[in-house]
């Protein structure tokens, strides 16, 4: 999600005209069982999450209520998981699909404080990782991030106390190493020269209004940022990979979060912010540009197959936004398409009723404007194989125009041959390749197979 009062509402090793070798990392493999996943990276969508399970070799022994109590709060601090193995403590994360041990101590609280310094130690060595290899940057505990929005009952904004950072779990690392993986060179600016920084909220950016991420433009000290709303990654695994072992497939993961994080701050180098640039591409997906008479404010309709519009609003700020068909103006219109005043006096439409009636289908239920749809779907060409062929099938218009600006950013940080051919291309699964011809007909292989598979 951006941020709607302060925006407009992935890697470079030393040598930064080439990615990183995406195949120096452990292959994440995505396997997926869904046939349509109506869900979105960054608002509230997910049902309460189990831990990933376990695979024991043997039954672990009775704890006591109050050893109990210990591990519990130590697993809830760190998302690490902890097994009692005799008379010592294991403790492991699953990455990629598969369980990580990271090390063990006695089985005792003296053995839980000295996990304490080594966890601290393998994440600010992660941290240390991601920095030299990708740029990316992350919030300390106890930093000043933004003070926070405060929506009065006039519907007006106003600024409130000042959110704190905390520094990030070891889970999470893992899953933005993944995302950054699939999504480079996102995560830096056209130059490559400065790279996204990632805070870890303790408060709501926008009080009473929890969502899971923010992308900002510009923080308070003007870098792009990746805000991480209080809760977003809580219970969550790190990898898509991951999220299969829960039989979880709503794009339910860190990685597929941060995969749409970090969309934005492609559209911020591409021209999303440039009015004219948006309005060609939101075009280019089936949106139109409009002002509104109430506001005077620039908004978007949503193009239907047999030209009629849709918009999505509502009268009052402590409303539900609704979907409405519409005039070129914006009026709601009734159920005899005769315009009305007022959004509740319009005919309304479900997500999935808008998304059938659309010229060009969002992949996702997460479809508020262009901005949005455009994140998801360049999600879905990254994620991964699945994700991809799910997107040439369901809105292959959409699949084009986010597979064409990827290629442009891709240009745009890691230039071109001689004869003006792109160095790098990216592989059907996400990972960026040499441009090559066998590359080159993998990637037009699967494409041409996922359009003809039924």
Wanted: with cysteine; charged share 35%; glycine share 4%.
């Amino acid at each position: 999600m951006q941020n709607i009062l302060e925006a407009d509402c992935a890697v470079a090793n030393k040598d930064n005209s080439k990615p990183t070798d995406a195949h120096s990392h452990a292959d994440h493999s995505h396997a997926h069982d869904c046939s349509r996943c109506n869900m979105t990276a960054d608002r509230l969508r997910e049902q309460p999450a189990e831990r990933l399970p376990r695979v024991e070799e043997h039954k672990e022994p009775a704890r006591t209520p109050a050893e109990e109590k210990r591990i519990n709060d130590f697993q809830t601090k760190h998302a690490i998981d902890v097994s009692l193995k005799g008379k010592e403590y294991e403790y492991k994360i699953s990455v990629g699909g598969t369980d990580k041990v990271l090390f063990t101590t006695d089985a005792s609280q003296k053995g839980l404080e000295d996990a304490e310094a080594r966890i601290a130690k393998l994440v600010q060595d992660k941290q240390d990782e991601l920095t030299k290899t990708f740029k990316v940057t992350f919030s300390k505990e106890g930093d000043d991030v933004i003070q926070q929005w405060i929506e009065k009952a006039d519907c007006t904004w106003e600024r409130g106390p000042m959110v704190k950072a905390r520094s990030p779990q070891l889970l999470e690392l893992y899953g933005i190493e993944a995302a950054i993986y699939r999504s480079q060179p996102s995560q830096l600016d056209k130059t490559s020269a400065e790279a996204i920084k990632f805070h870890f909220l303790k408060d709501n950016y926008y009080k009473d209004q929890p969502v899971l991420a923010y992308y900002i433009s510009s923080d308070k000290d003007g870098k792009p940022s990746v805000y991480f709303e209080p809760g977003a990654n809580k219970d969550k695994p790190a990898t898509e990979a991951d999220a299969n072992r829960l039989k979880r497939h709503q794009l339910f993961s860190i990685e597929a979060l941060t995969i749409h994080e970090l969309a934005h701050n492609h559209q911020k180098k591409m021209g999303w912010y440039e009015p004219a640039e948006k309005e060609k591409l939101a075009k280019s997906i089936g949106w139109l540009p409009f002002v509104d008479p109430k506001t005077n404010e620039q908004d978007w309709l949503l193009k239907g197959k047999n030209g009629e519009l849709y918009r999505r609003g509502k009268d009052h700020c402590k409303d539900t936004h609704v979907w409405v068909k519409c005039s070129k103006n914006g009026e709601p219109l009734d159920a005899n398409d005769k315009p009305v005043a007022k959004f509740k006096d319009a005919k309304t439409y479900t997500r999935d009723e808008v998304t059938a009636r659309a010229l060009v289908p969002p992949i996702t239920y997460y479809f508020v404007n262009p901005t949005e749809m455009f994140a998801e779907g360049l999600m879905f060409v990254r994620l991964d194989q699945k994700r991809r062929e799910e997107l040439i099938k369901a809105s292959p218009v959409l699949f084009d125009a986010c597979k064409n600006q990827d290629q442009e950013e891709l240009n745009l940080n890691y230039g071109k041959n001689g004869d003006g051919s792109p160095k790098y291309i990216r592989s059907a699964d996400g990972k960026v390749v040499e441009n090559n011809a066998a590359n080159r007909k993998e990637v037009s292989d699967f494409e041409q197979k996922a359009k003809t598979k039924k």
